[in-house]
């Protein structure tokens, strides 16, 4: 099975930009569709992006549309979510997850496997 590691996770400023890392260990990485998801206390994991797996492919929730921006590098087993213009609502823990369909599915109980999560938190 594939292993999950975020990073890049911090405290920022409203406007600012922070760029999510997603290393795979495991079965490669281009086997699998990725999503990004998040979550704050009291609330249900929330869908951020998908990316196909080879990377042509893909979703964002309206609330990344125009802000965030998915990619992959299958050759190092990475996975990114660029976050620009952050504000105060894009507070959470923000997590990777691995699908091994060929959907880009939004819902996080279609992902099969997960990590840790990195937290992301933007003052006003």
């Known amino acids: 099975q594939v292993q999950l590691v975020e990073s890049g996770g911090g405290l920022v400023q409203s406007g600012d930009s922070l760029r999510l890392s997603c290393a795979a260990s495991g079965p490669t990485l281009s086997r699998y569709a990725m999503g990004w998801f998040r979550q704050t206390p009291g609330k249900e994991r929330e869908f951020v992006a998908v990316?196909?797996?080879?990377?042509?492919?893909?979703v964002y929730a309206d609330s990344a549309k125009g802000r965030f921006s998915v990619s992959r590098n299958n050759a190092v087993n990475t996975v990114y979510l660029q976050m620009n213009s952050l504000a105060p609502e894009d507070t959470a823990v923000y997590y990777c997850a691995a699908d091994a369909s060929m959907v880009l599915f939004r819902h996080a109980w279609e992902y099969d496997y997960w990590g840790q999560g990195t937290q992301v938190t933007v003052s006003s």
């Open positions: 990316i196909s797996r080879g990377g042509g492919n893909t």
